[in-house]
């Protein structure tokens, strides 16, 4: 097959803030990915997500199938610009839609599916103005987040907040900076897991794997904020997790965590693969975070690599199994 692999390319740029391009993938995946993609057969043209001709290039350049993994720039649906591209021109693509990939950026929306489907999340509240009066149900500790980022952007230990105060000035300095909705959500206390999901003619969920944050304590840093997700590995930080895969659960956690995780996957209408960030509180209650439709996929570093590993599975084939899967889906969908 002829494929174009679409990708937002980290760059260096001190004129951005620090955070700027965090979701964005290094050339290290881009190359990973191509040559998973190489080994099995296709041709790949790499596709920056933000050169200006996007629409013209594949409106005139056949591709059998687009591997997505663009996280777009703008906007509060930037995930979803180049599948609603690839939608209108017909050509297939991997993943999830736009629809799935639009809720799944704004945490209140996903936030509001699982409640509707009973799965448990934090209790929330949604700022817009930073004045709103704040919701007497719910209970401190809060952390403060972005409502609609990912990888982590704008979140750190000063974001968990004990008092109303703290909330508020914590809220009106997200609003100015971001410029966005803020979520302020009950901070789950308890182990930090993630959920593969892997799709290929069937849903394979990978094994758990569990992050445990008590070797980071001269850090300061005691779960996933952006500074852990981005110098992930750094000693001289003191930002060296522990990683258990599989997650250090009884079976019956265990189960109850993956069904949570697949329940997600589904409530959100993702396809292909899917990343959930879930919270076990001191009941072992799965709390869900939230969903990542576009999981990272460094081969060395990315948690998602990590729980297919687990499984006995290598590089070429998690990203065989995306491919594959998105194809089956294009047969049946075209009859």
Known sequence: MKIALTCNLKKEDDSKPPDY????DSPETVNAITNALKSRGHSVDFI???RPDLFSHFKNNRTDMVFNIAEGTNGKFRESHIPAILDFLNIP???????????????AFTKKILKADNIPTPAFQLFSKGDEQLDSELVFPLIIKPNCEGSAKGVSTA????????LYARV?????H?????IAEEFIEGKELTVGILENGTVRVLPILEIDFSSCAKSGEYFYSWRMKEFQGNEELGLTPTFYCPARLDAKTEKLVKETAF????AIGCCDISRTDIRLNKDNIPYVL???PLPGLNPRTSNFPIMAYAAGMKYDEIIDSVLMNAFKRRKINNG
């Open 21 to 24: 391009f965090s979701e964005f």
């Open 48 to 50: 920056d997500a933000e």
């Open 93 to 107: 693509y991997t993943g999830s839609d736009t629809f799935s990939l639009a809720v799944a950026l704004n945490k």
């Open 159 to 166: 974001n968990v907040v004990k008092t109303k105060d703290g």
């Open 172 to 176: 009106r300095e997200m609003l100015k």
């Open 178 to 182: 971001y410029r966005q909705e803020v």
């Open 263 to 266: 329940r997600t996957h589904r």
């Open 290 to 292: 939230e969903i990542n």
